[in-house]
T-cell receptor, first 113, second 112 residues
């Protein structure tokens, strides 16, 4: 079955610096890749997603890149702020009916003021 | 706004008890999911349902069952709770499987 790996497991950056989280997946048929953010004590929420027909997607300070050949995708956060501190989960899915989304183990990001 | 609610935020049960966790969504979503969240392991899928009375096993279904009698409600059942089922349980719903999932607030279950 699909397996999603995520690195690093923890990440600390200075406020204003960039943060990059990388994920790899095993199922070459995967074509939908969402990213979720979970703040302490709160529920996960979707922050950005990408489908396999594009290589990059941006939304203000966050961007996701996808390399289908290498089966990896990354989340980039620029100009980090303390409110970016959270656990981030990547996920992968085939994107077809009745197909489940498989989550990575998560990255705990700390932004130091 | 999509609202996904779970019956309890915190629950303490004893080994061997039958435990019911309920999830309700108000957005007419076809798909509903149950995950457990443990430190370092991410979100692991227990069961999901893509229609009323339909269910599919996720990655860790052992020791659990589910029920979906109505579209808006998805219940997770621990037939005989064990200490290794102490965890945070998250419910989610989505309008389609490969789309945004909306999560409930979670139930922290402790089995003594």
């Amino acid at each position: 079955g699909e397996n999603v790996e995520q690195h690093p497991s923890t990440l600390s950056v200075q406020e204003g610096d960039s943060a990059v989280i990388k994920c790899t997946y095993s199922d070459s048929a995967s074509n939908y890749f969402p990213w979720y953010k979970q703040e302490l004590g709160k529920r996960p929420q979707l922050i950005i997603d990408i489908r396999s027909n594009v290589g990059e997607k941006k939304d203000q300070r966050i961007a996701v890149t996808l390399n289908k050949t290498a089966k990896h995708f990354s989340l980039h956060i620029t100009e980090t702020q303390p409110e970016d501190s959270a656990v981030y989960f990547c996920a992968a899915s085939r994107g077809t009916s009745y197909d489940k989304v498989i989550f990575g183990p998560g990255t705990s990001l700390s932004v130091i003021p | 706004d999509v609202k996904v609610t779970q019956s309890s935020r915190y629950l303490v049960k004893r080994t061997g008890e039958k435990v019911f966790l309920e999830c309700v969504q108000d957005m007419d979503h076809e798909n509903m999911f149950w995950y457990r969240q443990d430190p370092g392991l991410g979100l692991r899928l227990i069961y999901f349902s893509y229609d009323v009375k339909m269910k599919e096993k996720g990655d860790i279904p052992e020791g659990y069952s589910v029920s979906r009698e109505k579209k808006e409600r998805f219940s997770l059942i621990l037939e005989s709770a064990s200490t290794n089922q102490t965890s945070m349980y998250l419910c989610a719903s989505s309008p389609k499987l490969a789309g945004e999932q909306f999560f409930g607030p979670g139930t922290r279950l402790t089995v003594l």
